[in-house]
């Protein structure tokens, strides 16, 4: 148990429609990881979160937003989902932005139908 | 732009045979480099990290890497696979002008009984 949780494990949504996937991070960390893992992209860092504030983007389209809460959970909210969307969103999350090993949780598996 | 590169989709190896995982990274200065491990329905679990001092790495479960900065390379080794080494693995990258986290495609391991 690497300490992040993920909520939802599964998804399943229409296309069109937006959803959210919840992260909490280990007890103390402060920076919190987006990434997204599809079979023919690998993983695709999305976006990060340094105490509240974001700190780096990725390859994250306009349809997607995140932000982390003032108690440090983090909330990634997809909108407008289309097929290609389908994919595991993780979140990872590290006591400092970069220099220490990421923990990462076990993953929300999207479906979009 | 920083780029993390596995050759190797698939290996398969038989169980008490040595291992080597290739990676290669682009990058001006030496990063920090990291391989983590995914199980099947799991998230990613790191097993060793190199960030400065001795450039052989030992890491959990019998695994080691070996920075190479003249080949721009941070291999993965175990000397004697178990079955239940069959997994992907991912050689990852920290930019740290960003602080992202740079993933590689993933090799996936199999292990032949």
């Known amino acids: 148990d690497s300490g992040v949780t993920q909520t939802p494990k599964h998804l399943i949504t229409a296309t069109g429609q937006r959803v959210t996937l919840r992260c909490s991070p280990r007890s103390g960390d402060l920076s919190v990881y987006w990434y997204q893992q599809s079979l023919d992209q690998g993983l695709q860092f999305l976006i990060q979160y340094y105490n509240g504030e974001e700190r780096a983007k990725g390859n994250i389209l306009e349809r997607f937003s995140a932000q982390q809460f003032p108690d440090l959970h983090s909330e990634l909210n997809l909108s407008s989902l289309e097929l290609g969307d389908s994919a595991l969103y993780f979140c990872?999350?590290?006591?400092?932005?970069?220099?220490?090993?990421?923990?990462f949780g076990q993953g929300t598996r999207l479906t979009v139908v | 732009a920083q780029s993390v590169t596995q050759p190797d989709i698939h290996i398969t190896v038989s169980e008490g045979a040595s291992l080597e995982l290739r990676c290669n990274y682009s990058?001006?200065?030496?990063?920090?480099l990291f391989w983590y491990v995914q199980s099947p329905g799991q998230g990613l679990q790191l097993l060793l990290k190199?960030?400065?001092?001795?450039?052989l790495v030992q890491g959990i479960k019998g695994f080691e890497a070996e920075f190479k900065r003249s080949q721009s390379s941070f291999n993965l080794r175990k000397p004697s696979v178990h079955w239940s080494d069959a997994a992907e693995y991912f050689c990852?990258?920290?930019?740290?002008?960003?602080?992202?986290?740079?993933f590689g495609k993933g090799t996936r391991l199999h292990i032949l009984p």
């Open positions: 990872a999350s590290s006591p400092s932005p970069g220099l220490a090993e990421a923990f």
């Open positions: 990852a990258v920290v930019e740290r002008r960003d602080d992202k986290i740079i």
């Open positions: 990058y001006g200065a030496t990063p920090y």
């Open positions: 190199y960030f400065s001092g001795d450039t």
